[in-house]
């Protein structure tokens, strides 16, 4: 069968991101019905597991609901409670932030730098330094690889390990993605860590539709992450729970869909780049945009292709283009809104440990279409519309 994108909200709108899909996932679902297992466990769940684990080249995974799950339960096994503090990027999405709240702990948002727009390692050393020596060291640190790009883990790494302070990875818009050592040694986004997390929901790299992944080496994390995600029951014939756990549990339905997802991925990815190529092309001599960097240490997933404006050369910033874009049936977005502006967050009076780097992000970024479907035809008349009215401005 042939693969298909699915139909998008409109005919003439060229959607940011949408499923690609390889026209095999009916098979899977046919196949988990067939055999009745439709529900929180089977055969497809356990093999989607290992399959995965295997193509990340990592010891454990355990498929959840979704990327929030995961990191949730991430946070839970390394023990995270009321009390505790939780250093976490300020450019990226809520759900990296929500689920140390759901713990009762506080977040305490770190920086951006400039060439990956990731958690910036000085800043984050700097604070591991400065409340080691105070003795009120984080319970730990989550660290997300933002837009397909994986964070400068090795002074990361370095800082937290001097500190024997936990990493989580968020690596839900970074599957596919690779980290590269100063040594030369590859390893993919999500992976370096204490544990890991992916999401599968419709817009990203592969899909469930919607569910997440968490990984790590550890196994005794990961067991414990387990029980937890089938409501901590114990392993007695009786209903018995000695804590509080969650169900957070993927269908056999959708790990069935993620099978058959995941061994496009490569190609995914190639596509994704692919995109953001023809982009850069097309656009790279235009004045006043520029693209985000490919960081050295990295091979960027290209998860959305993102680029800043410069208020000197664009009037009206990224939102006057973002709504001529739509007007002329073209979705973009902005970039993440930082969490230290957030209003829920600011209310609860967080602290953040900052420059102004991504505060500059925000003002002047926006995404553009990145599907892994899209064709030449559609991304050239993207790249066409956006330099009229550049050119225009």
């Known amino acids: 069968m042939t693969e298909s994108s699915g139909p998008g909200p409109s005919r003439l709108l060229i959607p940011l991101s949408v499923p690609h899909l390889t026209g095999h996932e009916t098979e899977a679902l046919e196949r988990a019905v067939s055999t009745n297992w439709i529900a929180s466990v089977g055969p497809e769940v356990d093999q989607f597991e290992e399959e995965f684990a295997e193509k990340l080249s990592v010891s454990r995974a355990l498929a959840t609901t979704s990327g929030t799950a995961a990191i949730h339960l991430a946070l839970r096994v390394l023990g995270v409670g009321p009390g505790d503090d939780v250093l976490v990027s300020t450019f990226t999405f809520c759900a990296s932030v929500n689920p140390i709240l759901y713990l009762g702990a506080t977040p305490v948002f770190v920086d951006a730098e400039e060439r990956s727009w990731n958690m910036e390692p000085a800043l984050l050393e700097e604070e591991l330094d400065r409340r080691g020596r105070e003795g009120r060291l984080p319970a730990a640190v989550v660290v997300v690889h933002i837009y397909g790009q994986p964070a400068d883990m090795t002074p990361i790494l370095r800082a937290c390990r001097r500190w024997s302070v936990p990493i989580v990875e968020d690596a839900a818009e ?21 544990l890991g997390i992916f999401s599968f929901d419709g ?19 990961i067991d414990h992450a387990r029980k937890l995600a089938r409501q901590a029951r114990e392993p007695v014939a009786h209903y018995q729970h000695e804590e509080i756990g969650y169900n957070y549990r993927m269908s056999n339905l959708l790990a069935g869909v993620g099978r058959v997802q995941l061994r496009v991925l490569d190609r995914r990815v190639e596509q994704r780049r692919n995109v953001f190529n023809r982009y850069r092309t097309l656009l790279e001599d235009t004045m006043g945009l520029t693209f985000q960097p490919e960081a050295p240490w990295s091979m960027h997933a290209r998860w959305l292709t993102c680029v800043l404006l410069s208020p000197e050369v664009i009037g009206g910033g990224p939102e006057a283009v973002r709504m001529h874009l739509h007007e002329h049936g073209i979705e973009t977005r902005p970039v993440w809104k930082p969490m230290h502006r957030q209003p829920v967050y600011e209310r609860l009076g967080l602290t953040s440990v900052r420059g102004d780097v991504a505060d500059r992000l925000y003002e002047t970024g926006l995404c553009l279409p990145s599907s892994s479907s899209l064709t030449d035809e559609e991304i050239t008349r993207v790249a066409s519309t956006l330099r009229t009215f550049l050119h225009h401005d």
């Open 203 to 221: 817009s990203k790299m592969i899909t469930t539709s919607m569910g997440g992944m968490l990984v790590s080496d550890r196994s005794e994390l």
């Open 174 to 194: 970074a599957l596919g993605a690779e980290h590269r050592s100063p040594e030369g040694t590859r390893q993919a986004a999500g992976t370096l860590g204490d």
